[in-house]
C-alpha cells in the first residue's frame, strides 16, 4: 500500500508538471513605423500609419499593419477616434504560424495628451473589435480558415523629457517611453484574457513642418490564450510620427 502510494505521488507530481511546462521564444525583430495624424479640417483629423515588421531584422517578414481613421479634437489635449485596419501576420520565429494569415479590425481609443512642467504624458485608451482569419488545415494545407471574433482593449502610458529645451516643439531633441498593455474579450479567447504587454524607450526629434522621429528599443511580451506558450520580442523600432495639415488653411 505504501509503495502505491508513493508511486502515485510520483505520478502526480511528474504528470503536473508536464501540464504547468511553458514554452518561450525569444525573436529579434525591426518595426519600422509611419503613424501621421493630418489635420484637414479645425478639429479634425486623418490617421494613417503604416507598419512594416521584419523578423531576425531584415532576414523575414514578420507583419505589415495598415490602420486609418478620424481623429476628433475635443479641446485641452482630449481626442477620440476610430476607424479600420488590416493586418497579416507571417510565419515567424520560435514558434511560427502554420500560413499566412490576415486580420482585419474596427477601432476606437479615447486620448488625453497634458503637460506636467517639462513632462508631455499621453494616457490613451483604445478597443478593438477583431475578425482573425486563423490558420486551419484545408485538405491537407494550413491555409487562412474562417474568420474569428474577439474583442481587446489596450492601455498606453507614455512619458516624454525635452533634451534640448524646457519643452517639446520644433528643433528639439527629447527622450520618451511607454507602456501598452492588451488584453482579449470574447468566447474565443482561452483561459487567459492577457494578451501581450508593449515596453518602448528611445530617443526623438522634431523636425519643422513634418512632425516628430522616434528611434529606440520595443519590447513586446506576448502570451498565447493557452498561458503555455511564451513569445518575446526583442525589437529595435523606428517611427515616423508627422502631423503636417492636408488642407489648405487660406
Request: glycine letters at 8%; one cysteine or more; proline letters at 4%.
Amino acid at each position: 500500500m505504501r509503495i502505491r502510494l508513493i508511486v502515485l505521488f510520483i505520478l502526480l507530481i511528474f504528470f503536473g508538471g508536464v501540464k504547468a511546462q511553458v514554452i518561450k521564444a525569444i525573436n529579434q525583430n525591426l518595426w519600422l513605423s509611419y503613424v501621421g495624424v493630418h489635420p484637414i479640417s479645425k478639429n479634425l483629423s486623418l490617421h494613417a500609419e503604416v507598419s512594416w515588421r521584419r523578423n531576425e531584422l531584415f532576414r523575414n517578414p514578420q507583419q505589415l499593419l495598415l490602420r486609418t481613421g478620424l481623429i476628433g479634437n475635443l479641446g485641452k489635449g482630449i481626442s477620440i477616434g476610430g476607424g479600420y485596419c488590416y493586418v497579416i501576420t507571417y510565419p515567424y520565429g520560435g514558434m511560427p504560424a502554420k500560413s499566412t494569415f490576415p486580420e482585419n479590425r474596427i477601432w476606437q481609443q479615447f486620448q488625453v495628451r497634458k503637460q506636467v512642467k517639462h513632462l508631455e504624458m499621453v494616457s490613451r485608451i483604445r478597443l478593438e473589435q477583431r475578425f482573425v482569419y486563423q490558420p486551419t488545415l484545408q485538405a491537407g494545407i494550413w491555409d487562412a480558415g474562417q474568420a474569428v471574433y474577439s474583442t481587446r482593449f489596450r492601455y498606453m502610458q507614455r512619458v516624454s523629457l525635452p533634451l534640448s529645451a524646457s519643452v517639446i516643439k520644433e528643433n528639439v531633441f527629447y527622450a520618451t517611453a511607454f507602456d501598452e498593455i492588451f488584453y482579449g474579450f470574447g468566447r474565443q479567447i482561452g483561459k487567459y484574457n492577457f494578451d501581450q504587454n508593449r515596453v518602448f524607450a528611445g530617443l526623438g526629434y522634431v523636425f519643422p513642418k513634418f512632425g516628430r522621429m522616434e528611434f529606440g528599443y520595443f519590447h513586446q511580451h506576448i502570451k498565447r490564450s493557452s498561458g503555455t506558450k511564451i513569445e518575446n520580442n526583442k525589437t529595435i523600432q523606428i517611427n515616423f510620427l508627422p502631423n503636417f495639415s492636408l488642407f489648405n488653411n487660406k
